[in-house]
């Protein structure tokens, strides 16, 4: 488990391309932990129905957001999976990798809400 | 300055929204969001200057959007915004005609900025290009250029006319000053070619030992000091017009040359092999007499005869009759007007003066007398004493130039006055105290 103080994400990047308006800020913010929710919940379905050709388009639909927020411990692993030949190419590690995608997205998203008070 | 519409088609909410609140930061910019290729393709009637397009969509590929967007308007930019590092689909996306492409890293936010900006700088530049080339091209219509009235004149307008027309080679002669120039940018400019390149190149200004360079180019190395390729004005000109100022002063060696490549309709840059085809139509002027030149073996008859084409003669300003005067205060009206002077009148002096004047500078001589004339006046009208001539008055001139018989002056004065007067036989005719049936008959035995 994480523990409770350390930031699994970062606004660094973000601040860089939006500058320092809060308000903008904020709803970046809510639409991240408003869809990307639903983009996890797709991949988790994908990846138990076998499909991975779908499970690798949503990882690669995911990465760039992951990656402007700067979720490093999931950066190398979007990119092993964003396509289908990538996924198959691993496919026995998928699950522990899946896994680790739910766990940290999770502290990601509790995280975000409490910072932001969504 | 016209909105500048940048759509960004993008599936990843949050991203899109990010990069569009980016965009936006430029307060010059509009900026809409798509979030399927379906969506954008149903807002695509509304023209975005440009679009920044997401390779992976949820309903089609961006190579399938690119080629509707081609197909609908290939002047739309279209930069790729990938997560795909793949350096084939970049390849493949720039062949089908996206204007740049770049991978979604840290360097999304300086390279989607620099590449919009490029793009807006470079449909501002053809928007003024656009807009200059119809400024050109209302500035030569030729009724607002050539001024004049008198029968030689209109036949002029006839023939420019027939040369708008078709590519044929136009040979334009008449007197220095007598605007052959003008003649040959009306043509241009009034012709389908309107939109390429007016090249010009004054024979005579040009070194011979440099005129062959300078009309076909020249190859890296081909001399010293060709440090770089260059190309000439024929290959500049492209499917426009090239204009060859003052044709008669052509160096024999390079008059051989240009034959060749007017024959050939190819040409090869000094010092290279590799041919390049000629498509401009070509315009020659000279103020020289080029079939008299060619009997004096000064100018190659084969080369005569393939520029000869359709010939304007451009008539001396002393035959133009009232021209002269309509150009006159055309000309005190431009002047006035550049320096902000109040608009000056002709005395009717001054008018005789002019009507009496055989100005050998032919228009370009009136203009710059009318210039000194504005100048010089201190009040509302020009009188005849501020105007300078250079030379002699015509009376003193046109009559006396070579012994004649009487008979001869009698037919000289007539012609003079016919031409002063817009061959207006009646008027002619009192002026002179002769009866109109002499005139009628004289010109029925083209005694005139």
């Known amino acids: ?118 | 300055m016209n909105t500048f519409k940048v759509f960004i088609v993008e599936d990843d909410p949050f991203y899109g929204e990010m990069l569009k609140y980016h965009v936006s930061l430029n307060p010059d910019y509009s900026v809409e969001k798509f979030q399927t290729g379906k969506e954008f393709l149903n807002n695509l009637h509304r023209n975005p200057s440009v679009v920044s397009l997401d390779y992976s969509l949820p309903d089609m590929s961006g190579l399938d959007v690119l080629k509707k967007i081609n197909a609908y308007n290939p002047e739309i930019p279209v930069i790729i915004v990938s997560g795909q590092e793949d350096v084939s689909t970049a390849v493949n996306l720039l062949k089908e005609g996206a204007y740049d492409y770049f991978v979604k890293n840290e360097e999304t936010k300086d390279r989607i900025w620099n590449s919009l900006n490029k793009i807006r700088e470079k449909l501002n530049l053809e928007k003024e290009i656009d807009s200059l080339k119809e400024e050109i091209g209302r500035k030569y219509v030729f009724g607002n250029i050539i001024k004049g009235n008198s029968p030689g004149i209109k036949k002029i307008f006839s023939l420019i006319e027939k040369a708008i027309q078709t590519n044929i080679t136009v040979s334009i002669t008449g007197e220095t000053g007598t605007g052959k120039d003008l003649v040959a940018k009306a043509i241009h400019y009034n012709s389908p070619k309107a939109n390429f390149p007016f090249i010009a190149i004054n024979v005579s200004a040009i070194p011979k030992e440099l005129i062959e360079s300078e009309m076909f180019g020249y190859e890296k190395g081909a001399f010293t000091g060709a440090n770089t390729r260059k190309i000439g004005k024929f290959e500049e000109a492209g499917k426009g017009t090239i204009f060859l100022d003052e044709i008669g002063e052509m160096d024999h060696q390079m008059q051989v040359k240009l034959l060749r490549v007017l024959q050939e309709k190819e040409l090869n840059r000094v010092g290279g092999n590799e041919v390049v085809k000629v498509q401009s139509r070509v315009i020659i002027a000279t103020n020289r007499n080029l079939a008299e030149e060619v009997k004096k073996g000064h100018f190659r008859q084969d080369l005569y005869y393939r520029l000869l084409g359709l010939n304007i003669n451009l008539p001396p300003l002393r035959d133009r009759g009232n021209d002269i005067l309509l150009l006159a205060k055309y000309f005190i009206d431009e002047f006035s007007k550049e320096n902000d002077l109040p608009r000056k009148n002709l005395s009717q002096h001054a008018q005789e003066k002019l009507m009496n004047y055989d100005f050998p500078g032919n228009v370009r001589e009136l203009k710059a007398i009318m210039e000194l004339a504005v100048v010089m006046a201190n009040r509302e009208a020009i009188e005849d004493n501020d105007i300078s001539l250079t030379s002699a008055t015509r009376s003193a001139n046109f009559l006396l130039d070579e012994e004649d018989t009487l008979d001869g002056y009698t037919k000289k004065i007539i012609k003079h006055y016919l031409e002063k007067h817009d061959n207006n036989i009646l008027e002619v005719a009192k002026k002179l105290d002769i009866g109109k049936s002499t005139i009628y008959r004289m010109l029925k035995n083209k005694e005139l």
């Open chain 1, 1 to 118: 488990m994480t523990p409770k103080s350390e930031k699994l994400y970062s606004l660094a990047y973000l601040s860089e391309v939006i500058g320092d308006d809060t308000d903008v800020l904020n709803d970046l913010m809510k639409i991240f932990v408003d869809n990307t929710p639903n983009d996890l919940n797709d991949l988790n379905q994908a990846f138990q129905a076998g499909d991975l050709e779908k499970f690798a388009a949503l990882a690669h639909k995911m990465k760039s957001s992951l990656a402007t927020l700067r979720i490093d411990t999931l950066r190398e692993i979007m990119l092993s999976i964003d396509k289908p030949y990538k996924a198959i190419e691993i496919k026995d590690q998928l699950p522990g990798i899946v896994a680790k995608i739910n766990a940290t997205l999770e502290v990601v998203f509790k995280q975000i809400k409490n910072d932001f008070k969504l």
